[in-house]
């Protein structure tokens, strides 16, 4: 209580008497400062990068001053899981995908991370002149060398680690194997990144048993992390999925964090109640648990996840070689049309191709594919579903929009108390990409546009409470997500009745519209609704006890 009152004379002082002079002010708008409290009618002062003042400020003097009338003013938004930040440092407009999303800060890496790298690996993100690095600690320099037009904060990956120590198959560490991918946790603690995260559903990650994964997430909270998990079923399995998350956090003593929450397939959506419940009682019973949602019921993964994840147990470039055999194609196909022991995306989509859309093709592919579902592809090739589908999966790089989730189930998570929000994507140059899944570029102004505007969901207040205070305050931003003084000046400025996405499945490279303005660290990098060249984005490392 003291601190708390501490903190609050000391924004009544800053209002009450402001510096004789800010470098950014902003005036007359109703500020919601990401608390979850009610908006109110202040300015917002601004000096060195950090909220000096916020109250009755209108007459100070400032080098730069924003008229926020008619609109709200909010913290920057934190995505809970942004992809990667390797196009930010070989493509730097690629951060505009974020940056009109809102998005002031992005947390990257999901079963994979940028780092740990050695040769093989390096060599397989296949980069040109940019220099090579093994841990976080050279990977961080490279970007703030190159610059950053948001912040970035990154987790390490247990199939990452898995991949520099085992490599791709289907095998299980013994004791100095473990003990070397422990290490290497430790040191991307040691360099920064916030905690350890998996995926699995996707090799090699699925391939960790629960105490490899628990002897991993020790070594990160050992430098106060968090474990962040894309669980092993997202369906028919999802409450034992759940279960084998919280068995992470209570066997490593660690929070937990589960990535885009979901109920996946018609037969499976009553269970996201069910999950809910379960997240409730172990947090009521002591648990450090929280979770995020993306605001679209078509999820986005690889074509490949809809064979058995066994079959990539030798390496995914040794299976789909396999896949020309008119033998195999029938084996699988009986496979997948009667087996339920695994994430059967096959059966989430009602076993109809048409609700699977393409929404990426590889170089080997037809580009006018992308936004046809695989049975309109197969009928724009003259072939049957089953064979288009594993021309696509063979020729590689196949990326799809399944059609898995309801409304009701958006509804529900969102309003959890614990439930805050993901991207899911990494930032994207509509000029450089093909296709993507329309989140890319609209998920956050979704969320306001469509749950709070139109569907009325959640009241704006609780919205941006999810999109900034909850999400930094999992990431141990403890200078973001609420505008206070003394925090860090990563600030949006935006109409609440016009922020919205553009972005859909059929046209989906179209950047959200309706934010006047996003400041970074007190600087403009969208100014009355335009880019600026300004990079003042950090690169955060955690700080590992």
């Known amino acids: ?41 202040a300015d917002v002062g601004i000096v060195n990068g950090r909220v000096e003042a916020v109250g009755q400020l209108a007459e100070a003097e400032a080098d730069s001053v924003i008229d926020a009338s008619g609109r709200v003013v909010t913290p920057g938004f934190v995505d809970m899981m942004g992809g990667s930040t390797l196009p930010l440092l070989v493509d730097p407009q690629s951060a505009e995908s974020k940056l009109r999303q809102g998005i002031t800060t992005m947390m990257a890496g999901e079963g994979s ?12 993100l296949g980069l040109e002149g940019v220099p090579q690095w093994e841990s976080f600690a050279e990977y961080f320099r490279i970007l703030e060398e190159r610059g950053v037009g948001l912040n970035v904060i990154h987790n390490v990956g247990a199939a990452q680690v898995r991949r ?52 991993l997430a020790k070594a990160a909270a050992a430098g106060g992390g968090v474990y962040f998990s894309h669980m092993r079923n997202e369906s028919g399995q999802l409450l034992e999925a ?15 964090h589960i990535y885009h929450l979901k109920a996946a397939g018609e037969e499976n959506w009553p269970l996201m109640q069910k999950a809910l419940d379960k997240l409730s009682d172990a947090i009521a019973s002591g648990a450090d648990v929280t979770a995020d949602v993306y605001p679209y019921i078509r999820n986005g993964i690889g074509l490949g996840s809809f064979l058995h994840p066994r079959h990539y147990a030798k390496g995914a470039d040794v299976f789909v070689e396999t896949l020309t055999d008119p033998a195999v194609r029938a084996r699988l196909r009986e496979e997948v049309e009667t087996t339920t022991d695994w994430e059967n995306w096959y059966r989430h989509v009602g076993r109809d191709w048409n609700n699977v859309l393409i929404t990426r093709v590889g170089e080997r592919s037809d580009a006018q594919l992308v936004g046809l579902s695989i049975q309109e592809a197969a009928d724009s090739r003259g072939v049957d579903a089953w064979d288009a589908f594993f021309d696509l ?5 196949c990326g799809v929009s399944p059609k898995s989730m309801n409304e009701e189930q958006k509804h529900l998570a969102m309003r959890a108390p614990f439930m805050t929000f993901d991207n899911d994507a990494s930032p994207t140059n509509p000029e450089s990409v093909a296709s993507a899944h329309p989140r890319a570029f609209g998920a956050f102004p979704r969320v306001i546009a469509k749950y ?58 179209s950047y959200s519209v309706g934010i006047d303005f996003v400041l970074v660290s007190g600087e403009p990098v969208i100014a009355h609704a335009e880019m600026t060249s300004a990079t003042p984005g950090e690169v955060i490392r955690h700080q590992a006890r």
């Open 452 to 509: 709070v505007r139109e569907d009325n969901v959640i009241e704006l207040e609780e919205a941006i409470r999810k999109l900034t205070s909850l999400p930094a305050s999992i990431l141990r931003l403890s200078e973001r997500g609420t505008i206070a003084t003394g925090m860090k000046a990563d600030i949006l400025v935006f109409d609440p009745e016009k922020i919205r996405d553009t972005a859909t499945f059929t046209e989906p490279l």
């Open 1 to 41: 209580m003291r601190a708390f009152i501490g903190f609050t004379l000391a924004a009544v002082l800053g209002a009450c008497a402001p510096p004789a002079h800010y470098d950014v002010l902003i005036v007359s708008g109703d500020v919601i400062d990401g608390t979850g409290a009610l908006r109110r009618r």
């Open 164 to 215: 520099i120590v085992l490599g791709d198959e289907d095998v299980t560490p013994d004791v100095p194997q473990l003990e070397r991918m422990k290490s290497l946790v430790t040191q991307a603690m040691e360099d920064g990144a916030v905690g350890l995260s998996t995926s699995l559903i996707y090799p090699p990650g699925i391939y960790a048993k629960t105490p490899e994964i628990v002897e």
């Open 113 to 124: 991370s940028i780092a740990p790298q050695n040769d093989e690996t390096f060599a397989a």
């Open 242 to 256: 759940i279960d084998e998350a919280l068995e992470v956090g209570r066997g490593a003593d660690i929070p937990v």
């Open 393 to 397: 999966v063979h020729e590689g790089g």
